[in-house]
């Protein structure tokens, strides 16, 4: 399903061609749109191929993943609506911590499977816990976090995310 990074639309996107992308007995709820460069969450009705639908428009995916049951993002260039449970059953919190805090893999695993090791960061997947849980895991036992971020990866494996930087 995610074969490529998901992204936001791009601010120039017509918005009526994503009514096209939806079924008829989905323009009832709200379409979340993840929109490059939109700092609020602006809630429009679109118009479009004599449908009307609902979005909410977003630079924060996330607050989308949280309010909508449909998101619209983009991969490559091309757009598409996925299901905020698909996209959320996929994110994966990626965690800088000092580089003192990570002399011991064993105990890192031990406290969040799955987790992956890299450099001065750790990589956590987040399908059965929140990213707050975690972060209040490495509070409490002692990691020192320099940074956190969620990403997206383009496939349910754990070891293909976008790119990373620490």
């Known amino acids: 399903m995610l074969d490529a990074p998901v992204l ?3 601010p120039e996107y017509p918005l009526a061609q994503l009514v096209g992308l939806i079924d008829t007995n989905d323009a009832r709820e709200p379409l979340g749109a993840w929109l490059a460069g939109v700092d609020d969450a602006v809630s429009i009705c679109v118009t479009a191929r004599g449908r009307c639908c609902r979005m909410l428009l977003s630079g924060d995916l996330g607050l989308l993943l949280a309010r909508c049951s449909r998101v619209a993002v983009r991969q490559g260039s091309q757009p598409h609506v996925v299901a ?20 011991n893999p064993d105990r890192l695993q031990e406290l969040f499977p799955g987790a992956v090791l890299e450099g001065a960061g750790i990589r956590i997947p987040l399908q059965s816990v929140l990213p707050e849980v975690v972060l209040a895991e490495c509070v409490t036992h002692g990691l020192t976090v320099t940074q956190s971020r969620i990403v997206y990866p383009s496939s349910s494996r754990s070891g293909d995310n976008v790119s990373r930087r620490w």
């Not at 905020?84 to 911590?97: F, K, N, Q, Y």
């Open 84 to 103: 905020a449970d698909a996209l959320m059953g996929v994110r994966t919190l990626e965690v800088g911590i000092t580089g003192g805090s990570a002399q």
């Open 8 to 10: 936001p639309l791009l």
